[in-house]
């Protein structure tokens, strides 16, 4: 995929007058995310990094990405509900990672008291990568879903109209029009409010479960802005707040303050560093209650990366998708080799292949947050270590996505502006809503485009590498 913006990216002084109406209409829409000096305080803010121009991506694999997210929907749903195959899948794993160990704790404790909640809401993200094949034509290739706190919904919302205004400034009003309009802090809401509606309490909140110190507060409050245009009214509070504030009455309705909650909304809660014991509690509570989670905590499980490797084994997709056979084909052709680390033959097998050719793989804990992949020679020491361990069943082994690179300007306040090379990564997402056993609700709510300069392995917006961009569709 040659650019289009190649002789542009050619004239230094150009670039540069670019960029500054770039970043004054960035600002202008509201792209922006609060300072590192000031994670707490919206009173100075910045934008957040984006592209000088919108990267090229092909029409057929965006369409593909857009056509396959209703099968992960139902396929995440589908793991949410399958104790069975939850507990045999993450066996080994929560042997040796006392996060997933935790969590899954909690999964057990619910599961024998019986779950509370009877409507179920799930906001994800599928993100892929465009391999390059053999015969250099690109290929979509998972490379994960995210299933709690899909986070950039709302900043995505507002980036297509920066692209556009660059595109006008150049006059090139033909490729401006081309670039897509995107609104999925609207679909992403019309989740929670149809949630909000099948819980049936009309002075009920959303309760949004939030980090003390939240760079990207704009893009959640596009989501509030949005859920307030239907005078569905949404709290924020950490965790601490719900074991001080937070109680069950008989029938296990959470009130907050003394307020019910029909829908909780976790923007928090994905990392091991984000839960004290007190947080824990606070889980746990949250999890006992009838009200509607987003994730309960069987889909932050159906989340993780080894459920995403045992997803990839012949036969599950079938299994858990019966009398859908195209559904499972489309899944299937987006995935990428994934290897179990288990102890034995098969995980001795994994180990082998990518000590031999360690470029062709990455190693990968059930992490989420971006920065915790391991490459090349961080990947090679590390299996070394684990190799004769038990602990290597925490991680699984993922082959490594190698997309053609093209040349952008990555805007970041404070640096220059420079041409570098870059991979994208694209995410779709997904909301859907079930009642008991009925599928209420099941749709694609629009796309997330990052993009990195190719030295930067690992790690998203959100962890400081890459940056927002817009699909230029050819």
């Not at 690109?138 to 879903?145: A, F, N, Y």
Request: net charge negative; hydrophobic share 40%; charged share 25%.
């Amino acid at each position: 995929m040659a650019t289009n913006w190649g002789s542009l990216l050619q004239d230094e002084q150009q670039l540069e007058e670019l960029a500054r109406q770039a970043v004054d209409r960035a600002l202008a829409e509201g792209v922006l995310l609060r300072t590192s000096q000031e994670p707490t305080s919206s009173d100075v803010v910045s934008y957040a990094p984006f592209t000088l121009f919108p990267s090229l991506v092909p029409s057929a694999l965006l369409e593909q990405a857009y056509a396959v997210q209703m099968d992960f929907n139902l396929l995440v749903d589908a793991v949410s509900q399958n104790a069975a195959f939850l507990e045999q899948t993450l066996a080994s794993t929560i042997k040796r990672d006392d996060f997933t160990a935790r969590l899954f704790d909690i999964h057990k404790q619910v599961l024998k008291e019986g779950i509370a909640q009877t409507v179920f809401l799930g906001l994800n993200r599928s993100d892929y990568m465009f391999q390059c094949s053999a015969d250099g034509s690109p290929v979509l290739k998972q490379i994960e879903i995210n299933t709690i706190s899909a986070s950039f919904g709302g900043l995505a919302s507002r980036t297509p109209a920066v692209h556009r205004h660059v595109l006008s400034v150049l006059s090139k009003m033909k490729e401006a029009a081309k670039i897509l309009s995107n609104n999925p802090s609207k679909g992403l809401a019309l989740g929670i409010a149809k949630a909000w509606e099948l819980y049936g309490s009309a002075n009920a909140l959303v309760l949004l479960i939030a980090q003390e110190k939240e760079r990207n507060i704009f893009d959640q409050r596009a989501i509030e802005n949005e859920l307030l245009a239907r005078n569905i009214h949404v709290i924020r509070r950490r965790f601490e707040a719900i074991s001080e504030k937070g109680s069950l009455d008989q029938d296990r309705r959470l009130f907050v303050d003394g307020q019910e909650i029909a829908v909780v909304y976790f923007r928090d809660g994905y990392m091991p560093c984000q839960y004290s014991l007190q947080n824990w509690e606070a889980r746990l509570l949250l999890e006992r209650s009838c009200a509607v989670k987003c994730p309960d905590i069987a889909t932050q499980l159906a989340g993780t990366k080894k459920v995403q490797q045992e997803l990839s084994r012949a036969g599950m997709l079938e299994m858990l998708l019966p009398g859908q056979p195209e559904a499972v084909a489309r899944l299937r052709a987006t995935f990428a080799g994934l290897y179990s680390l288990d102890m034995g033959e098969e995980g001795d097998q994994a180990i082998a292949e990518a000590l031999a050719a360690p470029n062709r793989f990455v190693l990968k804990p059930q992490r989420e947050g971006g920065g915790n992949n391991l490459y090349d020679e961080e990947m090679v020491q590390a299996l070394k270590r684990l190799k004769d361990s038990e602990e290597r069943a925490s991680y699984i082994l993922m082959e490594k996505i190698e997309p053609e690179p093209f040349e952008n300007c990555l805007l970041r306040p404070g640096s220059p502006v420079r041409v570098v090379q870059c991979i994208s990564e694209l995410g779709i997402f997904g909301v859907y809503v079930r009642q008991g056993k009925t599928l209420v609700m099941n749709k694609h709510v629009g796309h997330l485009l990052r993009t990195k300069a190719i030295e930067h392995a690992d790690g998203g917006v959100a962890a400081g590498v890459a940056v927002l961009d817009n699909p230029y569709p050819v």
